[in-house]
């Protein structure tokens, strides 16, 4: 397997933000590719640690801890175990899951920018920063909005613009405003230290240079920043939610969150190399006692025979592989990463997934409603993982997957097989005479397939490596049907115990070679075999259950799941669609008033629509007949793109028949339909809730 030069392995999966929790996205994109890896390096008995936890120093936590009028410290609790919770109960194997605001990790960081600034790396600057007046704050990145210059969208942060992914700069956006009281900022001068990228520029763009082998879209991205110049980049904020920073004259001064945040890998390896850690830090942070390290942490991190792997999204990846390199370069002992396999995006049922508009699949959530099906979400995002673009997930394609491959494939084969042999032979591991050629040649494709999705592994092509998977059961699922052992049992019993020998041996390496991708469900067949867990080294081979081997009751691997339960989640995400847009509906501001004479001038009478046809050559306008009690005349509406003529013909109307008949192309108008526009521009006719006469006055 891969480079033999790795003594060990340090798997980092990004820290969430405990703003909220955690959603599809974030599991396609970060958090079940890197627990694929881990535990396939477990299964090849690779000493291995999966480090991962809490991000709780973000701007966004204290913008939420604002919104809903609580402290930050009770923000992050909360959706730290919300978070920690889900990972767990989901199957995602970390060996700790620990929390930023540890003292642990508050030391760790403070005595890393401590060393960086005794070796004189900082450069200290004087700079102006937007300032809000109101509030009597500076303004971190987030607290501040404005106009993305890139793409318009009016709702950019002044870190990053979330619609179209665009970096920026506060000083970038057009129009800012402060998110604490809405005033607009002005700048003022303070004190901060930076990091000096531009001079590290050489040195970064040479350890960059070193991996041409990462995925396209991390190595590209990186050599964009680069050829674009870097810059200084400010490690400290005012601010009083973080680390403080550990040097006089930086009073309500707090470490960036992205010098800050990366150190929690390191500080979260320290505590899972504690043998004396506390039984409280034990049970906050989620630690898997059964995962222990087999050397300090300094190995872990210092060593040049460990490789460093970091699992994030593609919106970290300038803060993974430049700034957070750059740091541990200036720091000067720490090994860098060998990989940054960063995914792309993951939109849901055509739109992009966001928490803001409730628009996403919560994690915790999803285990509410499939409590027992944590493997099916994991096949699924993975199937459709956002591996080289973005993908799109959605409830009808999670159903087909389930009952067209979960449960036509592999379910199929391993219950065929096992109630087949309960069936014949009592549940025993029997073997028929000999072999046929197509037995050999089936013999031979398994011995290739733990080879073949190692190496997709191992080059992080998940998507690959569970597909070679899904061959080695459809290759299963063929033989069975095509041998028939369910027709041959009247007339050929060796033949069949030979069958059900190979099927079995199928069974078995399938359970092996399902752990990485599917655990619950590995673990479930590995007891239905009745076998210990498996290494990965014994996958490949027809000898791993013995002749006489006793199996245990079969059971179902997946169930089909039913339209019911789809269409109540697609229910769900609609319900959500709703409730956004209405609590985002803006009603027009008032007209001036008008008196009411005025308004007493106008006429406006009940119609009838009679006929309804388009005007040529236009794309809004129909051409409309209406009884309005009084006569019957033409009237030109701007609806076409609403009403098909033929839906609206007998439909009763409200008409001001008393505006100025006027000349539309070519037709003489006369008088206006009345029509009621929501504020995202849908139209509806204003008619009576009953059917009145003709030309009832309408007051």
């Avoid at 005595?111 to 450069?123: A, C, E, H, I, P």
């Avoid at 700048?187 to 763009?205: R, V, Y």
């Avoid at 669609?577 to 009940?606: G, H, L, T, W, Y």
């Amino acid at each position: 397997m891969g480079n033999d030069k790795f003594k060990r392995y340090t798997v980092t999966a990004a820290l969430p933000y405990t703003n909220g929790p955690v959603h599809i996205g974030h599991l396609a994109g970060v958090y079940i590719p890197a627990d694929i890896y881990v535990r396939f390096l477990r299964s090849t008995g690779k000493d291995v640690i999966f480090v991962c936890g809490s991000d709780e120093h973000g701007v966004p936590i204290t913008l939420k801890a604002r919104n809903e009028g609580i402290s930050p410290q009770e923000v992050v609790d909360k959706y730290h175990k919300i978070i920690g919770d889900s990972f767990k109960d989901f199957g995602i194997a970390f060996n700790i899951y620990h929390r930023t605001s540890s003292q642990t990790h508050h030391d760790t960081a403070s005595d890393f920018f401590r060393t960086l600034y005794d070796k004189g790396v900082f450069s200290e600057e004087e700079t102006e920063q937007y300032f809000d007046e109101k509030a009597g704050q500076f303004l971190a990145d987030r607290y501040i909005i404005g106009t993305c210059p890139k793409c318009g969208n009016e709702e950019a942060y002044g870190d990053q613009c979330e619609k179209c992914g665009s970096s920026l700069s506060p000083t970038e956006l057009i129009n800012p405003r402060s998110t604490l009281s809405g005033a607009k900022p002005v700048m003022k001068k303070t004190k901060n230290w930076f990091l000096p990228l531009d001079k590290m520029q050489p040195q970064i763009e040479a350890y960059i240079d070193l991996h041409k082998d990462w995925k396209p879209n991390v190595y590209g991205q990186c050599k964009s920043w680069l050829s674009g110049g870097l810059n200084p980049r400010a490690m400290t904020r005012d601010l009083d939610w973080g680390v403080k920073v550990p040097v006089e004259g930086a009073e309500g001064k707090v470490l960036y969150v992205w010098f800050d945040a990366p150190i929690g890998y390191i500080s979260g390896t320290k505590d899972l190399c504690d043998p004396d850690l506390s039984v409280e830090k034990k049970a906050d942070y989620y630690l898997n006692e059964t995962l222990k390290p087999k050397d300090s942490w300094e190995k872990y991190w210092y060593s040049e025979d460990t490789k460093l792997v970091h699992f994030i999204g593609k919106d970290n990846i300038v803060f993974h592989c430049i700034i957070f390199p750059a740091m541990l370069m200036a720091h000067g002992q720490y090994q860098l990463a060998d990989n940054v396999p960063a995914n792309e995006f993951l939109n849901l049922e055509g739109d992009k997934i966001s928490t803001s508009r409730n628009w996403a699949v919560w994690l915790h959530e999803y285990l509410e409603d499939f409590p027992d099906k944590q493997d099916v979400l994991r096949y699924v995002l993975t199937a459709t993982a956002p591996e080289t673009k973005d993908n799109d997930f959605t409830w009808k394609d999670f159903q087909a997957r389930n009952n067209n491959e979960l449960v036509a494939i592999f379910g199929n084969f391993v219950n065929r097989v096992l109630v087949l042999s309960h069936k014949y032979f009592g549940g025993q591991v029997v073997m028929g005479s000999g072999f046929s050629d197509t037995d050999l040649k089936v013999m031979e494709e398994l011995k290739d397939y733990p080879s073949k999705i190692a190496a997709s592994i191992e080059q992080y092509r998940f998507r690959e490596a569970l597909s070679e998977f899904m061959n080695l059961a459809r290759l299963g699922n063929k033989y069975l049907a095509d041998a028939e052992p369910w027709k041959l049992i009247k007339t050929d019993e060796e033949r069949v115990k030979t069958i059900l020998n190979i099927g079995l041996q199928i069974a078995s390496n399938l359970a092996i070679l399902a752990q990485p991708f599917l655990p619950f469900s590995s673990q479930k067949l590995f007891n239905m075999l009745n076998m210990e867990v498996q290494d990965w080294d014994k996958a490949g081979t027809l000898n791993l259950l013995p002749i006489g081997h006793q199996l245990n009751e079969a059971a179902l691997l997946f169930e089909k799941i039913e339209d019911s339960a789809i269409d109540a989640q697609i229910q769900k995400l609609m319900d959500s669609k709703v409730a956004n847009e209405q609590a985002a509906m803006k009603s027009e501001e008032a007209k001036p008033n008008v008196s009411f004479e005025q308004f007493s001038s106008m006429d406006i009478r009940i119609g009838t629509i009679l006929e309804a046809e388009k005007v040529a050559k236009t794309k809004k306008l129909l051409k409309l007949k209406i009884d309005t009690g009084l006569d019957q005349r033409i009237i030109v509406s701007g609806i076409a793109e609403y009403y098909e003529p033929e839906q609206i013909i007998g439909k009763q109307v409200s008409v001001l028949i008393n505006l100025e008949p006027r000349e539309i192309k070519g037709i003489l108008s006369q008088g206006m339909i009345l029509m009621a526009e929501s504020s995202d521009g849908n139209l509806s006719f204003v008619a009576p809730a009953n059917v009145f006469p003709n030309g009832s006055t309408v007051r």
